[in-house]
């Protein structure tokens, strides 16, 4: 896909004396790239470039982010919008085929999701053997990294059945959270019903009981749709990353995803919404005193760092944390939760650190998961399940990567290079002379 955007123009590199000639390619937002593809088997020298700060891994038109405007668009259709008028299930159709559904399309969806919302009853006695505690993140993972022996039709060529199997996906992995969740509880298990939609349905499964019915709020589904909309996708991301690299090495597509689940529980990626709220829950039992975690923040000589603030590409406000700082107002207020401790505490801290020269010079601004925490708690939702919400919304950006990767005809595996700086050959050392 590269080749469709390769311009007339040419870098040139000299090293060594030598001059090379580096083809330029231009993105349709006008990004600009040097291509180095060839650059080893010319010159010798490869590039640089840990944490890949500055290094484009695939060519991709899922999704447009500009991190120093602070817009976000998926397959060119501005978040505000797909957010304020979408369901979240709209707009996962969108991510992984391209176009927004016509009606029909949507209604043929909605249809498959709920044909494959069960998960194969067996999969269900894995739950009972799982330690209390264990963390609802590696039960996800183990979950839909074994789906493929239930659903082998995934290891014929993929492509053929594709909508199906990301319906699958989208519908069970649902389900496998939510049973998670009442399994952590000792809850019996709420199955899925054909008459709710997505996001309804899901709340309902949390928290539906036989001895307390769940009236299904539409406050909540609305907050729930704008969240999961919000987190659909976010380019080359270190799970989506992840879930590209894996699959390059023509994975299947649930081992792919449970690979990107994993990389999604990190807390410097989609675990921080549960360390945020950690971390506001820290500050609100020791006093409310959030002045010295800035200042934690700030010293250089301590590894605290204030979660929800930063991000390795927006420079600028992250325009999620403006829908959902909006959307948890909303979900306060029809909750008649007029003075959540958690929620003044955060707007307070936002207000300091984006007057803070430290955060100012190092344009760090509130993130997506600033906020979300917040309104996962007022919804019910336990801390520990933040993150699988995180991977539920980030499901069918996940979906679209890999079928982008696997259907690209220059497609290679993902194999980077390295600086080795270990010892040169030495001598072997008999284990008795060591
Ligand atoms: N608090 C205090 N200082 C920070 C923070 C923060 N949250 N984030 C970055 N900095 C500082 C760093 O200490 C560094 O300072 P220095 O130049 O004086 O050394 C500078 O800002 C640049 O930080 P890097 O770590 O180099 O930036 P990078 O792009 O690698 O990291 C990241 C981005 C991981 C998001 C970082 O900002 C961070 O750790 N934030 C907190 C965790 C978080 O909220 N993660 C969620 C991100 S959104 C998502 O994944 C969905």
Redesign the pocket.
Known sequence: MIDRFTTDRKATLTVDGRTFELPIVEGSEGEKAIDIRMLRGKSGYITLDT?FMNTGSCSSDITFLDGENGVLLYRGYAIEDLAGNCSFIEVAYLLINGHLPTRDQLRDFSELLGLFALIHEDMVHFFDRFPPGASPMSILSSMVSCLCNFYPEMNENPMDNIDMMAARLISKVRTIAAFSYKKSLGAPLVYPRHDLSYCANFLNMMFDSPVRSYEVNSTMVRALNQLLILHGD?EQ??STATVRMVGSARVNLYASISAGINALWG????G?NQ??MEMLEDIHASGGDYKKYIAR??N?DDPF????????VYKTFDPRSRIIKKACDDVLASLGINNDPLLELAKEIEEVVLKDEYFIE?N?YP???FYSGIIYRAMGIPVDMFTVM?ALGRLPGWIAHWKEMWDDPNGRISRPRQVYVGPSQRDFVDIGQR
Do not use: Q
């Open positions: 944490g976010h991301n270190c807390p410097l990626h989609g921080a360390a945020v923040a700030k250089p760092r204030l979660v929800g603030f930063g991000h390795r190092r760090l993130n997506v998961d995180f």
